[in-house]
């Protein structure tokens, strides 16, 4: 089986945004977003869906995101961060945290936002620099 696109991003094979990480867990921007701050955190083990991962990275998960998730609320206008296990587009097992509003920011049906290697960059520096 082939590394799947998130392995090759946590080993630096494929360059990302990144925001954190730690022994078990990747965090980075989401290429794709559905708004600026969107953020994908990543299980440093090829696991296809969240509940076939080892207990160890099911009871870490929530505490590596929950700095990163407090960062986002301070780095955008919004009324919470949002977290979202959709796990269709990539065989990794992975979590979305997003800046949300209403119900309906978590609608992955919905047009992704383009935006520039400077905006990446500016999202990605605002929420490091709120961890």
Do not use: W
């Not at 870490?60 to 986002?72: D, E, W, Y």
């Amino acid at each position: 089986m082939s590394e799947s696109i998130f392995t090759k991003i946590i080993q630096g094979d494929i360059p990302s945004y990144k925001i954190a990480e730690d022994d078990y867990f990747f965090a980075f921007l989401d290429i794709f977003p559905l708004v600026k701050g969107h953020v994908l955190v990543v299980p440093k083990i090829e696991v296809d869906k969240i509940f076939d991962l080892p207990v160890t990275y099911l009871e870490k998960l929530l505490l590596f995101s929950t700095p990163i998730a407090k960062s986002i609320e301070k780095s955008f206008d919004c009324n919470r961060c949002g977290i979202s296990v959709v796990g269709l587009e990539v065989p990794h097992a992975h979590v979305h945290l997003l800046p949300i509003n209403t119900a309906d920011d978590l609608n992955f049906t919905r047009k992704k936002l383009v935006l520039s290697k400077e905006e990446f960059i500016e999202v990605q520096e605002l929420i490091i620099k709120n961890l």
